[in-house]
T-cell receptor, first 114, second 115 residues
Framework: DTGVSQDPRHKITKRGQNVTFRCDPI?????LYWYRQTLGQGPEFLTY????????KSRLLSDRFSAERPKGSFSTLEIQRTEQGDSAMYLC????????????FGEGSWLTVV | DQQVKQNSPSLSVQEGRISILNCDYT??????FLWYKKYPAEGPTFLIS?????DKNEDGRFTVFLNKSAKHLSLHIVPSQPGDSAVYFC??????????????FGKGTKLSVIP
């Protein structure tokens, strides 16, 4: 399978704990995105990398959210001091081109904060 | 301010008939439009896209129509099959600025194809 891979698929954590999600994009894709989806809503853009550079992070929901892509390959999304409102599906996607581009999503990582 | 709107939360269609899913947008800077299909607990799967220079794009049973003057697009599925039952999301992106790297999604339409 050469699609976008996300890990873990499901995470249950206690409020206040930190969580980290990993994303492995399609190998030839140099652009990587993180989105969040809550029930009844469409995916919501969070941040974007071109290779290892994070070119847009203003849409990260708060300073508790951070993302990295240290070698331009896989990426991590960390949420510190989780809150119940962080419960959602976190989606990673990748693409080849920028404008007019089709992005391909992974299976998503479900987060439940209890 | 919702820039991409899918006004029908749900749609039921008989197997073999046509499914028509609609999407409206407000941002005139959008120039590339996509449809994704999503099953529960899975990520969205790309279905079909259309550039603003076209008014129709077809791929097998799926056809997307774009009416730029009305800022409206639709996805036609013919014939509909039970496996098409899923949530369908309309998304849009622009040529420049934030729109060039960010997809803006509608809230989705849940399609149920009845055998």
């Amino acid at each position: 399978d050469t699609g976008v891979s996300q890990d873990p698929r499901h995470k249950i954590t206690k409020r206040g704990q930190n969580v980290t999600f990993r994303c492995d994009p399609i190998s030839e894709h140099n652009r990587l995105y993180w989105y969040r989806q809550t029930l009844g809503q469409g995916p919501e853009f969070l941040t974007y990398f071109q290779n290892e550079a994070q070119l847009e992070k203003s849409r990260l929901l708060s300073d508790r959210f951070s993302a990295e892509r240290p070698k331009g390959s896989f990426s991590t999304l960390e949420i510190q001091r989780t809150e119940q409102g962080d419960s959602a599906m976190y989606l990673c996607a990748s693409s080849l081109r920028l404008a007019g581009n089709t992005i391909y999503f992974g299976e998503g990582s479900w987060l439940t904060v209890v | 301010d919702q820039q991409v709107k899918q006004n029908s939360p749900s749609l039921s269609v008989q197997e073999g008939r046509i499914s028509i899913l609609n999407c409206d947008y407000t941002n005139s800077m959008f120039d590339y439009f996509l449809w994704y299909k999503k099953y529960p607990a899975e990520g969205p799967t790309f279905l079909i896209s259309i550039s603003s220079i076209k008014d129709k794009n077809e791929d097998g049973r799926f056809t997307v129509f774009l009416n730029k003057s009305a800022k409206h697009l639709s996805l036609h599925i013919v014939p509909s099959q039970p496996g098409d039952s899923a949530v369908y999301f309309c998304a849009a992106s622009g040529a420049a600025g934030a729109g060039s790297y960010q997809l803006t999604f509608g809230k989705g339409t849940k399609l149920s194809v009845i055998p």
